[in-house]
């Protein structure tokens, strides 16, 4: 069964940090690059951050280059979203997604997970 779950949402004040993961499973790991993107009520679904299959290359967004940062987690299979100097418009629904560069379509998509930054 394949699957993308995320973790490490909650609530946090203003300049505070989380780590957000993904965890896949039931596919190729090694063959995906893994994209977050996150939503907020009433805007559409933004592009985060974004790292390649050989690692070879990370993406973020301009709003929140220099705050955050993508690596592959230690644990197997998993992509982690390291977020500093939180702010209160990165409030939203984050999601992982998988897919394969020059496909033009994210093959896999997490549920989602609910960070809320406020004081």
């Known amino acids: 069964q394949v699957q993308l779950v995320e973790s490490g949402g909650g609530l946090v004040q203003p300049g505070g940090s989380l780590t957000l993961s993904c965890a896949a499973s039931?596919?190729?790991?090694?063959?995906?690059?893994i994209a977050w993107f996150r939503q907020a009520p009433g805007k559409e679904r933004e592009g985060v951050a974004c790292i390649s299959n050989a690692d070879t290359i990370t993406t973020l967004a301009d709003s929140v280059k220099g705050r955050f940062t993508i690596s592959r987690g230690n644990a197997k299979d998993t992509v982690n979203l390291q977020m500093n100097s939180l702010k209160p418009e990165d409030t939203a629904v984050y999601y992982c997604?998988?897919?394969?560069?020059?496909?033009?379509?994210?093959?896999?998509w997490g549920q989602g997970t609910q960070v809320t930054v406020s004081s």
């Open positions: 997604a998988a897919f394969k560069y020059g496909s033009g379509h994210y093959d896999y």
């Open positions: 039931g596919f190729r790991y090694d063959d995906y690059a």
